[in-house]
């Protein structure tokens, strides 16, 4: 298959799967995180606990949470499992309700914020690689850090060493994966116009592997033990480096100008545009991961059987799925403008959030998954278009380290924010609408990029306009000077 002025479609289609996978799997590890949060939260297996102690914790707990049919249920449940992990570790119904670190929420949660934020802060240090080395190189180093973190944390002893060795060391394998994925499928279908649906199929594969990732987890758990999941995780980034080795740079005349650039551009964040995009961007992430990291402890705190919880990740994928294919559809319209598109999944987005807290049944818990899914898949996919749309082509791998590394801030305390409040009041209501209110700001400094980028536009159309009345009048007046000449050279009669 081959464009029109000779470009072929071969290997970017190629490169676009192979980004596919790998969106896949960092995909489903992030939002999975969940079902992995909930079980480290277990008490270690080789802990007693007096059954004294475990009495007043449920006292305590029924007096903060309130007094409705739920909460005397949860309590019960709490029992069952308070009497199981008060076993020996050789008991058999003491396995299942064992195995963590038995940290608080807040202190648990430092896992996957980490994490993600590691995953972002060193997304600058990917855009750096990457101009240096290529997306090929970044993207194999990327696929062995995270497989050794996942290797090495899979035998950690306590919370600490697991949060340095998976959360740390395979966050920053995370951030040279993502970063050079993206940037390699920009490179290969900017040039051919058909980045919107390119890099909305590619980055889909976060969606399909938030679907996959709920059952696999669980089945992994279920059937062995966390530490089972992480080895698995280990052998699927092993395929990942592989296919990183598809990630051939496409030829371009930039290519021959590469030296001359600047290593590291600052002179980017010059623009009004990108900086108050990269501000709605910290104030989104604020608020972005809470609710999927304690969406599972939720459902359960609701009452939720753990097969029900589990399964809300994979209505977020679906969700997360449909959302990344229909906006990126939607914006390879040439009249829609990205800035605009962008900035709506941000309001509806902030809107589902702040249901979260009325939901009591599980049909609106499903709900809530789904449409959160929707419109933060719309969001992260169509970033980097947006991102796009307000800087030049040759700015776009620092732009997109930029973008990465300005989400490590939030991700770093939003969650155990979320955990901490919720340890002080048993409730994650007022997590909930926390994250909503940084949905809405960010979504009123997104108001502020729409409208420079839509003066912008106008003042280039009207610089257009105004160079084309030039030019037309300039031909007249030549063309009357022409005549003039014509006339003054003919004989009179």
């Given amino acids: 298959m081959t464009a029109a002025k000779g470009k072929t479609y071969r290997w970017p289609i190629i490169v676009c799967i192979a980004a596919f996978v790998a969106f896949f799997l960092l995909g489903g590890i992030m939002y999975a995180t969940g079902v992995l949060f909930s079980e480290l939260l277990k008490v270690p297996c080789d802990v007693k606990r007096p059954m004294h102690n475990a009495s007043a914790e449920r006292d305590t707990s029924s007096s903060t949470c309130g007094t409705s049919n739920v909460t005397s249920r949860c309590d019960n449940e709490r029992e069952v499992q308070w009497t199981n992990v008060s076993q020996t570790a050789n008991d058999a119904n003491a396995t299942e309700e064992c195995g963590g670190f038995g940290e608080s929420r807040g202190k648990t949660a430092w896992v996957s914020s980490v994490h993600l934020a590691a995953g972002r802060l060193f997304g600058i240090l990917a855009a750096i690689l990457i101009d240096r080395f290529g997306c090929r190189t970044v993207a194999v180093i ?9 290797l090495a944390s899979s035998f950690a002893s306590s919370l600490i060493l697991f949060i340095c060795l998976y959360s740390l060391i395979s966050g920053v394998g995370y951030a040279l994966l993502f970063t050079s994925s993206v940037v390699i499928v920009q490179q290969h279908w900017r040039p051919l116009g058909y980045l919107p649906i390119a890099n909305g199929f590619a980055l889909a594969g976060m969606g399909v592997g938030a679907i996959a ?19 698995f995780l280990a052998a699927a980034f092993a395929v990942v480096l592989g296919l990183s080795l598809l990630y051939k740079a ?14 590291f551009n600052v002179a980017l964040l010059k623009s009004p545009s990108v900086v108050l995009f990269m501000v709605a961007v910290i104030l989104m992430f604020l608020g972005l991961s809470a609710p999927f990291v304690h969406m599972v402890r939720f459902a359960l705190d ?30 390879n319209h040439r009249r829609v403008q990205p800035v605009y ?73 939003s969650a155990p924010i979320a955990g901490w409040i919720y340890d002080g009041t048993c409730s994650y209501s007022i997590a909930f609408y ?31 306009c105004g160079n084309e009345e030039k030019e037309k009048c300039g031909n007249e007046e030549m063309k009357k000077c022409g005549n003039e000449e014509k006339e003054k050279c003919e004989p009179s009669v």
């Fill in 142 to 150: 990327g696929s062995a850090l995270a497989a050794l973190g996942c």
């Fill in 250 to 263: 496409p030829t371009t005349e930039a290519d021959t100008k590469k030296k001359k650039r600047k290593i």
């Fill in 213 to 231: 990732f709920g059952p696999i987890s669980r089945a992994f758990i279920g059937n062995y033990d966390w530490r089972s999941y992480l080895l």
């Fill in 434 to 464: 926390l994250s909503g209110t940084t949905f809405a700001l960010s979504s009123g400094v997104m108001f502020i990029v729409a409208y420079i980028e839509r003066r912008k536009r106008r003042n280039e159309e009207m610089k257009k």
């Fill in 302 to 331: 609701l009452c939720s059987s753990q097969a029900e919880a589990d399964y809300l990740v994979t209505y977020f994928g679906i969700g997360s799925l449909v959302g990344r294919v229909v906006v990126g559809f939607i914006g």
């Fill in 341 to 413: 598109l962008y900035l709506i999944c941000l309001v509806c987005a902030s809107a589902s959030v702040y249901c979260a807290p009325l939901i009591q049944t599980y049909a609106g818990l499903a709900a809530f998954a789904s449409a959160y899914g929707f419109f933060l898949g719309g969001i992260l996919s169509f970033a980097y278009v947006t991102l796009g749309s307000i800087v030049t082509k040759e700015q776009v791998p620092q732009a997109a380290g930029w973008y990465m590394c300005s989400q490590g801030p939030s991700n770093v305390i």
